[in-house]
């Protein structure tokens, strides 16, 4: 796997100070796409061990809230088989860190479906997640308004919530958790 881009101090894809790898290869090709070079399989610098353990050792300090990927498409299968490995090491090193990631894939009907993206890293790598934001980008749809999301067809779903409840379960801001609870009668 190729990766196009890495930005140490990231606030813009996920919530708090991230860490982002923008991977290359991607098949959805969106209309109006942010980052169209990393469709490309070959775009940018390989995946190595030096990168893998850069991008470690930049999730460390404690201001750092976690990883986010994003693309290119992270879900396409040879991504998956790159990424998985890596992310079994951040979940070891970093278990307080939260794992987002960004994926033109729906998860009902690509990455719990038999599709395209489905591969025998799919299962696993959703386990390691804590966030996806799921769809593709839709020009018609585009909204800047949104948190972390490009388009109001894209969903921010609470990765570990759907796992456990079998449902799909969307993710809220810390924010809007409290005004919520602070919203509640008991």
């Not at 990927?69 to 991504?79: K, M, S, T």
């Not at 990424?83 to 960004?102: A, E, N, T």
């Not at 949104?146 to 109001?152: I, N």
């Amino acid at each position: 796997m190729n990766y196009g881009e890495i930005k140490l101090c990231d606030i813009a894809n996920g919530e708090g100070v991230r860490v982002s790898l923008f991977v290359s290869g991607c098949t959805h090709h969106c209309k109006e796409c942010f980052n169209p070079e990393t469709w490309n399989f070959s775009y940018g610098r390989p995946f190595d061990e030096e990168t893998q353990e850069r991008l470690l050792a930049a999730l460390a300090p404690d201001y750092i809230d976690g990883l986010s990927l994003l693309g290119g498409e992270p879900f396409e299968p040879e991504n998956q088989r790159a990424l998985l490995p890596f992310l079994r090491k951040v979940r070891g090193r970093f278990p307080q860190k939260s794992i987002w990631c960004y994926t033109g894939y729906t998860l009902e009907s690509d990455l719990l479906s038999e599709s395209r993206a489905r591969c025998e890293c799919t299962d696993e790598m959703l386990f390691c997640l804590d966030v996806l934001v799921d769809g593709e980008f839709v020009l018609e749809k585009k909204n800047i308004s949104l948190p972390f999301r490009g388009s109001e067809n894209q969903r921010i779903i609470d990765v570990k919530e759907t796992l456990a409840r079998g449902r799909c379960c969307l993710w809220a801001l810390e924010s809007e958790k409290i005004r919520m609870s602070e919203d509640t009668d008991f």
